[in-house]
Each structure stands twice: as structure tokens, then as C-alpha cells.
């Protein structure tokens, strides 16, 4: 199921699909189907949740910073989604129990699974990652290193020892043990009037001074119980996983990576940086300066797609 809608100059696309037999939601700018003309294509995996509204206005700014020649895609996390009334979350519930399609390592093997269906072997890819989804990347580059990367983005990357964190020693414990208690109330929350989700959102949001207004549908989004429940299941599998960092596929891959680590970042702390930078000194590895927050996309995504144009510029160039 497909919808599109105009952003400036920029053509949008959502589109809703099974992918490893749950619903996954594809966000396009620029064309919904890849061809020879199309050597490049940034796509972005998400963080959690992996809810790809949330990247619109960051993928809008860097579809126009290129001159609207390389397609910018992003693929939600597989269940992270409000799927139209026609779809249920799961196509084949024996599928996804076998495959655990919701955590962490399902939603690995999605990432794969929707680039061989949908993107030919031979297009260039540039992985956009942010928190989680840096993590995804590098083990989608692990798994399959024939994968054609042209480079890597890891934006705010939550790539080890997540649960020793400030927000990860306070998550843990709900994420891992008492996430079922969260579910009744979210229940309840899924119930109410579209126009009171709203309102709510905003309200949470009401400190934020440049809140980006294209968050707010997603957010809403998120309200439906099956997205935050998958959510929640997702970040107790992440807590528990996500434990030394992958050096190895890091070196193997160090001229195809940027790393760009916050220095407020309660899930990923400054001294991750020092760490990743001390063992990688010829790294492309730096440290923010503009004092983003870790969900940038909240108020900062137009200019932190700025700064990706920036260092990507001699690489597409050549």
C-alpha cells in the first residue's frame, strides 16, 4: 500500500510491505523502484523505534543537498509501524516466531532480506545509521561483505556495552523484566481519539523550542500498542546483546566509516568516543560540537543532514 505527498521540490513516498512476513514501512524521496540509471542510494536504518517518519525532514534536506540525483531511502524495523487497516502487523505467524523477526537479530536479517527483494546487487549503497541502526549496519557489513558500500554513517552509534550506559543501567530492568507491565496502559493509551494522541504528544514535546512538527504524526504513530510493544522487546534484546564493540569488522571496513558520537550522549557516553578513537587513531571518527541530542531528529535533522552532505561530497564526487 502506497501513499505520496510533496515536500518542496522533493517527492515523497510511504509505502507499507511484508518483509520476512511482518509489516514494514518504507519511507522514498525520489523514485520508489531502483534502475541502471541509479548508481546510489542512501538508505537509512533507523534507531529504536525504527519508525521512519521520524527521518523525513533528514532525508528531505539530504535528497535536495545532492540535487535530487540519488534516491534516500529508509526502511522501518520490522513491526515498528501503525499498518493501514488492510494489513495485520504479521503476515505468517509461524514465520515470525521462527525467526524472531522483532528482535534484534530478525531485524538484521530484514535489513538484508529487504535489500536483496528491492535493491539491485550492483547500486553503491550509502548506510545512514542512527543508535541501533549502527549497529545494524555494521553486522548487515559482516554478513554480507559483498554488500557494495560505498560509506557508512554511524550517527549517535550505540555499538557497545549498551546496558552500562547511563540510560541503558536505568532502562535495563524495565526493558528486560517488567516490560509487561507497560502494556495495559499503552493499550489504553491506543484507544484513545486520534485528536487526544495529538494533543498528548505535543504536550511531551512542548519543551523542545525547535520541535521538527513532522515528528508529531510518528510519535502518534508510536501510540498503537504492537509498535511500542515490539519496541520495548526490541530494546530488552539490545540491552542484553549489544555488549563489546565489533573491532573487527570495523578494520576490516575503517575507509568505508564515519562515526559521529555526541558529547551529552546518555546512551553512548563521550568516553565511548576516546575508547573507539584510541583504538582506531586513523579512523574517521569525531565528536559533536554543536551540542545535538542523541534523537536529533526531534529539532536537528536538517542540519545534521548538512553535515553528512559535507563529508560525503568528495566520495560521490568521485
Known amino acids: 500500500m502506497e501513499s505520496a505527498g510533496t515536500e518542496g521540490n522533493s517527492l515523497s513516498r510511504t509505502e507499507f510491505i511484508y518483509c520476512c512476513g511482518a509489516v514494514t514501512e518504507v519511507l522514498r524521496f525520489g523514485p520508489a523502484h531502483l534502475n541502471h540509471e541509479h548508481k546510489v542510494l542512501f538508505l537509512v536504518i533507523p534507531g529504536n523505534p525504527g519508525i521512519v517518519g521520524f527521518y523525513k525532514t533528514f532525508m528531505q534536506a539530504l535528497h535536495a543537498s545532492f540535487g535530487f ?74 554478513r554480507n561483505p559483498e554488500l557494495q558500500v560505498l560509506k557508512a554513517v554511524m550517527l549517535f ?32 493509551l491506543s484507544l484513545l481519539p486520534e485528536r487526544l494522541k495529538t494533543a498528548l504528544v505535543k504536550l511531551a514535546f512542548s519543551r523542545i523550542q525547535s520541535l ?18 515490539n519496541a520495548m522487546y526490541m530494546g530488552g534484546q539490545e540491552m542484553k546483546g549489544v555488549l563489546e564493540r565489533d573491532n573487527l569488522t570495523i578494520k576490516n571496513n575503517l575507509k568505508k566509516l564515519v562515526f559521529y558520537y555526541g558529547a551529552a550522549d546518555h546512551w553512548c557516553p563521550v568516553q565511548y568516543y576516546h ?3 584510541k583504538d582506531f587513531p586513523s579512523g574517521d571518527i569525531r565528536l559533536c560540537r554543536n551540542g545535538f541530542r542523541h534523537a536529533f531528529v526531534l529539532d536537528t535533522g536538517k542540519d545534521v543532514a548538512g553535515m553528512v552532505t559535507e563529508w560525503l561530497s568528495n566520495d560521490l564526487r568521485t
Not at 534516500?72 to 504479521?90: F, I, L, Q, R
Open 69 to 142: 540525483r540519488h534516491p534516500v531511502w529508509a526502511v522501518s524495523h520490522a513491526g515498528h509501524c501503525d499498518p493501514p487497516v488492510s494489513m495485520d502487523m504479521v503476515e505468517d505467524a509461524s514465520f515470525i516466531e521462527e525467526g524472531d523477526i522483532f528482535g534484534i537479530n530478525g531485524q538484521i536479517e530484514h535489513k538484508l532480506a529487504f535489500l536483496r527483494k528491492h535493491v539491485p546487487k550492483e547500486t553503491r549503497l550509502v548506510l545512514l545509521g542512527h543508535s541501533i541502526g549502527c549497529y545494524i549496519i555494521l553486522e548487515m557489513m559482516k
Open 157 to 188: 552509534p550505540t555499538i557497545e556495552r549498551m546496558a552500562q550506559t547511563p540510560q541503558g543501567r536505568v532502562l535495563t530492568p524495565a526493558l528486560c523484566h517488567m516490560r509487561y507491565l507497560a502494556y495495559l496502559p499503552l493499550f489504553l
Open 212 to 229: 521538527d512538527s513532522s515528528v508529531v504524526a510518528p510519535t502518534v504513530d508510536l501510540l498503537s500498542g504492537d509498535c511500542t510493544a
Open 275 to 277: 575508547d573507539i578513537k
